[in-house]
């Protein structure tokens, strides 16, 4: 049974316009989450984070807005450019810190 | 600066035959320690972690195990392969318990024929 789901396993988006990647979750205690993004070969790198105390965090062009009712995130990329194009990883996890669950990805690919 | 090592890169190994995998972080001292694997088209998968020397948690039960013989080495283990143990191995590390963040290395790639 998965806990994170993100349900778009891929997405195309044009150079300048918003990429929105969406996670869900079904495990209530979670309360931070994280996005990394991840390129072919290489291990994941860290994006941006939200704790459950807030419901959005901006970063440049990377926001991520938390729907804890909906137990829904999301990530919005604006404007998107040709070097977004990786996988992009949703993880969770319930207070310690050390036991993450991640997402299956979702692959964006902007378009020049 | 902290920077993470994982070795091989990649390893094509028959079933049945023993495995070891390498992680060592450099620049900061007793760190939380991540073993996890991603199966083709599949997310992450936390296997096993570590807050200290000696200190091994599992997630999964499986034919995996891992180590930690030193401060900032993180080694994980099978005594016989699979087939179903191919796939992408990444090992992370993160600071104590103040900070959720986890950072990568490059990952091992392995195909177990």
């Known amino acids: 049974d998965q806990q994170v789901k993100q349900n778009s396993p891929s997405l195309s988006v044009q150079e300048g316009r918003i990429s929105i990647l969406n996670c869900d979750y079904t495990?209530?205690?979670?309360?931070?989450f994280l996005w990394y993004k991840k390129y072919p070969a290489e291990g994941p790198t860290f994006l941006i984070s939200?704790?459950?105390?807030?419901d959005k965090n901006e970063d440049g062009r990377f926001t991520v807005f938390l729907n804890k009712s909906a137990k829904h995130l999301s990530l919005h990329i604006v404007p998107s450019q040709p070097g977004d194009s990786a996988v992009y990883f949703c993880?969770?996890?319930?207070?310690?810190?050390?036991?993450?669950?991640f997402g299956p990805g979702t692959r964006l690919s902007v378009l020049p | 600066s902290q920077t993470i090592h994982q070795w091989p890169a990649t390893l094509v190994q028959p079933v049945g035959s023993p495995l070891s995998l390498e992680c060592t972080v450099e620049?900061?001292?007793?760190?939380?320690l991540y073993w996890y694997r991603q199966a083709a088209g599949r997310g992450l998968q936390l296997l096993f972690y570590?807050?200290?020397?000696?200190?091994i948690s599992s997630e999964v039960p499986q034919n995996l195990s891992a180590s930690r013989p030193q401060d900032r080495q993180f080694i994980l283990s099978s005594k016989k392969l699979l087939l179903s143990d191919s796939g992408f191995y990444l090992c992370?590390?993160?600071?104590?318990?103040?900070?959720?963040?986890?950072?990568f290395g490059p990952g091992t790639r392995l195909t177990v024929t």
């Open positions: 993880a969770a996890s319930g207070g310690n810190g050390q036991n993450f669950v």
């Open positions: 939200i704790s459950s105390i807030k």
């Open positions: 992370a590390w993160s600071w104590g318990t103040s900070s959720y963040e986890q950072y």
């Open positions: 495990n209530s205690m979670f309360d931070y």
């Open positions: 570590s807050v200290g020397i000696g200190q």
């Open positions: 620049g900061t001292s007793n760190p939380n």
